[in-house]
Each structure stands twice: as C-alpha cells, then as structure tokens.
C-alpha cells in the first residue's frame, strides 16, 4: 500500500527536528509551537526558548552542540546585528544577553559599526550575564553569573564582576 504511514520514518525525522533527548520533548515541542505557529524567532535556523529573542540571526554562527543552550536557556537575548560567533559546546544560563552592537543615540534604527563577538569553544556563560560588543573570549573561559563583559579575555579566563575582571 502507497498510502501506509511509514512510522520509522517518521519518527526519524522527528527526532532529527526536535533532537529528543537533549532538550525535554515538552519544551521541544512548545519551542517548536512558538517558533513556527507563532514566528517568533521563526527566521532562527536552530529552537531557540519560547521565552527569547534572537535578532539577525543570519549574522550569527553557532558552533557544534551551542543549539542546545539556545533551546533550554530562556529569557536570553541574542542580537547579531555585528555579528556573532559562538565556538563548540560553550553552554549559557537563561538570562544571558549577547549584543553586538549599540545603536546609535537618538536614532534607534541606525547601528554602530563594531568587530563581532567571538565566544571561543567550551565556554560557560553564567546566568544574566551580558557579553557586549567587540568582545573576544578565548576557548575554555568561564563567565560569572551577572557579569557585564566589556572587554576581551583570553584562553581559559574566569571572570566576573561589573565590568567584568579576572578573578583567578
């Protein structure tokens, strides 16, 4: 029969869609609802949190595994206007803010020119942290929760603090 539902398949591609496993199948599913019933962040290539937002996301490059982060991480806002690179499992709490840029004051349709972020790989972005434009973190660095990043820090840095400093 030509008509009969091929559940393997099915199932495969569900799994391919949401990733079960990774991010519990109730929130896959109600991030999968918000994002393409309801478009919101429904131009993002990856499940992102029901409760975030994601701007110019076609400015933003996320390495293997960082999905997982945007899927189960919520009220994070993630704005890639300058640009944003995110390197190989770096994981992020809810709450964290990734800007890459300033509008300029008094004209909020206009946009600073700056260097893009760049979060190395293996990374750890604590709970309302904010990274900020411009900024570069090496690989393996850890930031503190409420952190406000405003410059760049090396490979293997752990910083915290407004504005953020190395703390070991």
């Known amino acids: 029969m030509k008509n009969k539902l091929d559940f393997s398949k099915l199932k495969k591609n569900i799994k391919k869609f949401i990733q079960l496993g990774s991010v519990p199948l109730g929130l896959s599913l109600l991030n999968i609802i918000v994002q393409r019933n309801f478009q919101i962040n429904g131009d993002v ?30 009220s994070c806002y993630i704005q890639g206007i300058n640009g944003i690179y995110i390197g190989d499992h770096t994981i992020f709490a809810p709450g964290v803010k990734i800007i890459s840029a300033n509008h300029v004051f008094g004209e ?52 915290a603090g407004v504005p953020a400093k190395l703390i070991e």
């Open 108 to 159: 909020s349709n206009k946009w600073y020119s700056d260097d893009p972020v760049r979060i190395g790989k293996h990374c750890w972005l604590g709970a309302n942290a904010v990274i900020l434009p411009g900024v570069t973190l090496g690989d393996n660095c850890l930031v503190g929760a409420g952190a406000v990043v405003t410059k760049s820090f090396p490979t293997g840095s752990k910083i």
């Open 45 to 74: 290539r990856w499940m992102v949190h029901y409760t975030s937002r994601v701007a110019a996301p076609k400015k933003i490059i996320i390495g293997e595994n960082v999905w997982r982060s945007f899927a189960v991480s919520g």
